[in-house]
C-alpha cells in the first residue's frame, strides 16, 4: 500500500485541480457589496404592542420588504434574515440610500380610522382619543382603528378615465380586509357631523382623510376602493408601494447602512490581486532562494493554490468581501509556512543519513511535519470561526474566506507540493546532485547557531524585563492617547469621497464646518487606486445631511464621488464593541486550553502571555499612532493570536521531543537548543508572510494598508517574542512548579508518557 501511496496522492492533486478549475471557468465568484458597489441596510425588528419581535414574525416583515425592493426596481437585490430580529437588505448598484431608507425603513404601520370629529388646534391624543393632523394640517379627532394593512391585497396607482391627469391609488382589501372596510364605511356614512370622512394612518400620520361617496354609502362598503388627494405620479407610486407591501408585523430599525462606490469596489479588486500576483512572486523567489529546486516546485504549488481556493469559493457559493480577499492572500503564508516545516526538517534528516538518499528525508519531512502543521492550521481556524460568528459586515467575510484559504493551502502544502517535489527528488539529476534540490546541507546560519549559537536562557530575567517594559509603554499609549475606535464600536456615519479638484484637508474641514457640522473629524485617506480622498466622520446624521456635507464639499472641489458610506447605529456599535471583547477573550481562553492540552499548564501560560505581550504591543503602537481600531483591526488582531501561537508551538514541541529524549539535561539547555534548533523555521516562515503583507500594504487603500501594517507588527514583534519572551517565561514557571513527584513513589509523573511519536516529532523543523 506505502508503494502505491505517491500514486493515489498524485491522482488526488489532479483531480482537485481538475476539478477546481472546472468551477473557476463555469462560475464566477459573488462579490459583497463592498466590491460591486451598491448599498446594504441591516433592520432590527422591535417589538410592537400586539406582536413579539421573534424569528416569525422577522420572516414575516422579510417577505413584506421583499416586495417593496423589488417594486424599486433594484438589479438582483438580496434580503436575508440574520439571528432572530434582524433583516439584511443588499441593493446592488443603488448609490443613494435615501431612495431605499424611505421605502424600507419605514414600518408602514397601516391603519384605517373613521373621523370622528374636527379637533380644537391644541387638542393633543390621550389614551383614548386619538387626534392627528390630516394634509392640511387640520387637527381630527380619529375613532379606533377598524382595518389595518394586513387587509390590504393590493394597491395600484393610475389615473382615472377623464381625470385630466390626476392620480389616485385604487386599494383592493382581501377577504378579511373587506369586512372591516364594510364596517368602516358603514360608521363614517353615519356621522353626517364630521363630513362621513375617513382617515388612513400610515406611521402615525394622516396621509389620506377623503369622505366616502354616497354612492359607496350605498353600497356598504365593497372590497376595494380608491385614494384620491394631490398626488403626483411619484407620490402615488410611493404610497401604492407601502400600502401594496402591507404592514409589517413589528416596527424595524435600520441599525446599519453601508454604501460603496462602483469604482471604489473595481479598484480594490484590481489592487488586490496586484499584491497577491507580486506578493506570490516575491514569496516564491525567496522560496526558492532558500530551498532551490524544492522551493520551485513548492512555487508551483502556490499557483494551484489559488486556483483551489477560488474553487472552493464558488464551490460553497461564499461571498468574497475587499477584507476576504486579504484571507486569501494571508492564507498564503501559511502554505508557505507548511512548506518550510517539511523542507527544514528533511535537510535534519538529510543531514543524519545521507545515504539513504533524498526520498526517505523528505517522505520523513513529510510526515514528522503533519502534526505541527495541523497545530498551526487549527490556531488560524479558530481565529477565522470567531471572526464569522461575531464580526460584522465585510470583516465577517474575512472569516469565510482566511478558512477557505487554510483549507485550500494544506491541500497546496501537503497533497500538491509533495507530489512534485516527490517527483522532483526521484529524477537522475537531482539525486546524482542532491545539493541542488535544496534539501542536501543544512546551511550556514544553522551550523552557526548549532555550533556557537548564543545562550539565550541565561538572560531569561532581562527579556522578560524587556517584555514588561514594553508592555507599560503600550499601556501609557492607551491611556494617554486612547484608543480611536472605529464607527463600528462607537456608532456613527464615515463618510468617503473622492473629488476631481484636490482640496486640502484643512480647507475641507472648514466647508464641512460651514455646512452645519463643526463636530466632523474631517481627514485625508487614500484610495485603492491612489488617490486622495476625504473622509469625514460624524455622530448619527440622516442621509440628507449626509447628502449637504457631500454638496458642500462639491462647490469647492468640482465633482464630488461618495465611495463610502458607513453608518452604525449606537447599540448596533455597542453589541460590536462586546463582541470584539468577547472574541479576544474567547481566543485566548480556547489558546490556553488547546495547549495545555498539548503541553503542561506552565507552557500554556507562557505561550499565552507571550501572545498577549505582542497583541498589547500591536494595539499600544497604533494607539500612539493614532491609527483606527475597528473591524478590519480585531480580524488583524485575531490572526495575530493565531499566528504567534503557530511559532511558539514549534519550539514547545522541540523543546518536548528533547525533554522525552533525556530527561536529566538542564531545561536552560533544553529549551535554549530548541530555540536555535527552530530560528530558520522560525524566520523563513515570517519573511514568506512578510512579502504578502508588504504588498498590500503598499498597494491597498488604507483599510486594507492598516489591516497589513498590523499584522507586519504582529509577525516581527511576534518572532521576537517567541524566540526571548515565550521560552524565557516557560524555564521561569517550569523551575518554580517543576513536574509534580508522586509522594508515595517518588517517581517524575512523565508529562510526555501519552505523546506519540509523531507528536514528539511534530516540531522539529
Not at 460553497?316 to 484571507?327: C, H, I, S
Request: aromatic share 6%; hydrophobic share 50%.
Amino acid at each position: 500500500m506505502s508503494n502505491r501511496a505517491p500514486l493515489w496522492r498524485a491522482i488526488a492533486a489532479f483531480a482537485t485541480i481538475a476539478i477546481c478549475l472546472f468551477l473557476a471557468l463555469s462560475s464566477s465568484a459573488k462579490l459583497g457589496l463592498d466590491l460591486k458597489g451598491g448599498t446594504q441596510i441591516v433592520l432590527e425588528t422591535k417589538d410592537s404592542e400586539r406582536v413579539k419581535a421573534n424569528a416569525e414574525s422577522t420572516d414575516l416583515a422579510l417577505e413584506i420588504l421583499r416586495g417593496r425592493v423589488d417594486a424599486l426596481g433594484v438589479s438582483e437585490p438580496t434580503l436575508a434574515r440574520s439571528g432572530e430580529k434582524r433583516i439584511i437588505v443588499e441593493l446592488p448598484g443603488l448609490q443613494d440610500p435615501r431612495e431605499a431608507a424611505k421605502v424600507i425603513g419605514q414600518t408602514a404601520q397601516l391603519s384605517f380610522h373613521e373621523v370622528q370629529r374636527v379637533a380644537a388646534p391644541d387638542e393633543k391624543s390621550t389614551d383614548k382619543q386619538l387626534v392627528l393632523a390630516d394634509e392640511t394640517g387640520e387637527k381630527l379627532a380619529l375613532g379606533p382603528t377598524l382595518l389595518d394593512g394586513t387587509g390590504v391585497k393590493n394597491a395600484v396607482a393610475t389615473t382615472p378615465e377623464g381625470s385630466l391627469g390626476e392620480w389616485v391609488v385604487n386599494v383592493d382589501f382581501n377577504k378579511a380586509g373587506s369586512s372591516g372596510w364594510k364596517e368602516l364605511v358603514n360608521t363614517a356614512c353615519a356621522n353626517t357631523a364630521a363630513g362621513n370622512r375617513v382617515a388612513i394612518v400610515l406611521d402615525g400620520k394622516v396621509i389620506s382623510s377623503p369622505g366616502v361617496v354616497p354612492e359607496l354609502c350605498q353600497q356598504g362598503g365593497g372590497n376595494q376602493t380608491s385614494i384620491s388627494g394631490s398626488f403626483t405620479q411619484a407620490s402615488a407610486k410611493d404610497l401604492s408601494i407601502l400600502i401594496k407591501g402591507g404592514a409589517l408585523p413589528v416596527p424595524v430599525d435600520v441599525i446599519e447602512q453601508r454604501t460603496v462606490g462602483p469604482t471604489l469596489g473595481q479598484s480594490a479588486i484590481d489592487a488586490s490581486i496586484e499584491a497577491a500576483i507580486i506578493g506570490i512572486i516575491l514569496t516564491g523567489l525567496f522560496i526558492v532562494f532558500v530551498y532551490r529546486m524544492v522551493g520551485f516546485m513548492a512555487t508551483i504549488a502556490l499557483g494551484a493554490y489559488a486556483l483551489i481556493a477560488y474553487g472552493l469559493l464558488v464551490w460553497l457559493g461564499a461571498t468574497l468581501t475587499l477584507p476576504g480577499l486579504a484571507g486569501f492572500v494571508l492564507a498564503v503564508g501559511l502554505a508557505i509556512d507548511a512548506n518550510v516545516l517539511v523542507f527544514e526538517r528533511a535537510r535534519e534528516e538529510y543531514a543524519d543519513r545521507p545515504e539513504a538518499g533524498l526520498a526517505p528525508a523528505l517522505n520523513t519531512g513529510f510526515n514528522k511535519a503533519w502534526s505541527a502543521i495541523l497545530d498551526s492550521n487549527v490556531t488560524t481556524l479558530l481565529a477565522a470561526v470567531l471572526l464569522f460568528f461575531l464580526a460584522s459586515g465585510p470583516v465577517k467575510g474575512f472569516g469565510v474566506t482566511l478558512s477557505i484559504g487554510v483549507i485550500a493551502s494544506m491541500i497546496s502544502a501537503l497533497i500538491v507540493a509533495r507530489v512534485l517535489t516527490e517527483w522532483l527528488v526521484r529524477q537522475s539529476f537531482v539525486r546524482n546532485k542532491p545539493g541542488v534540490s535544496g534539501l542536501a546541507g543544512t546551511g550556514r546560519i544553522r551550523k552557526w547557531l548549532n555550533e556557537n549559537g548564543p545562550d539565550l536562557m541565561r538572560r531569561s530575567g532581562l527579556w522578560i524585563g524587556i517584555t514588561l517594559a514594553v508592555a507599560v509603554v503600550s499601556i501609557g499609549g492607551i491611556l494617554v492617547r486612547g484608543l480611536n475606535l472605529g464607527v463600528e464600536f462607537t456608532g456613527g456615519r464615515l463618510l468617503e469621497f473622492s473629488t476631481s479638484q484636490s482640496i486640502d484637508v484643512e480647507d475641507a474641514r472648514e466647508v464641512v464646518s460651514k455646512a452645519g457640522f463643526p463636530s466632523a473629524v474631517v481627514q485625508a485617506s487614500s484610495g485603492t487606486d491612489g488617490a486622495e480622498n476625504i473622509t469625514v466622520r460624524l455622530d448619527q446624521i440622516t442621509n440628507d445631511e449626509a447628502v449637504e456635507i457631500q454638496e458642500a464639499l462639491g462647490a469647492v472641489a468640482g465633482s464630488v464621488e461618495k465611495q463610502r458610506d458607513e453608518l452604525i447605529g449606537p447599540s448596533l456599535g455597542k453589541e460590536l464593541r462586546n463582541k470584539a471583547l468577547i472574541a479576544f477573550a474567547i481566543a485566548i481562553a480556547a489558546q490556553m486550553l488547546y495547549l495545555a492540552w498539548r503541553f503542561r499548564w506552565t507552557f500554556a501560560a507562557a505561550a499565552v502571555l507571550s501572545m498577549s505581550s505582542v497583541v498589547l504591543t500591536v494595539v499600544g503602537i497604533f494607539a500612539w499612532w493614532g491609527k483606527p481600531i475597528d473591524g478590519v483591526f480585531l480580524a488583524a488582531i485575531l490572526s495575530i493570536i493565531g499566528l504567534a501561537v503557530n511559532d511558539t508551538i514549534v519550539v514547545f514541541d522541540r523543546i518536548r521531543e528533547h525533554t522525552a529524549e533525556d530527561r536529566k539535561r538542564p531545561l536552560r539547555e533544553v529549551v535554549n537548543e530548541a530555540i536555535l534548533q527552530t530560528i530558520p523555521r522560525t524566520i523563513n516562515t515570517g519573511l514568506g508572510a512578510m512579502f504578502i503583507l508588504a504588498a498590500l500594504a503598499v498597494l491597498g487603500g488604507d483599510s486594507l494598508k492598516d489591516f497589513a501594517i498590523a499584522l507586519l507588527m504582529g509577525l516581527s514583534i511576534g518572532i521576537l517574542s517567541t524566540i526571548f519572551t515565550a521560552s524565557a517565561v516557560a524555564v521561569v514557571l517550569e523551575e518554580r512548579w517543576p513536574v509534580d513527584l508522586d509522594p508515595g513513589k517518588k517517581k517524575v509523573v512523565d508529562p510526555y508518557a501519552n505523546i506519540s511519536a509523531a507528536g514528539r516529532e511534530s516540531g522539529s523543523a
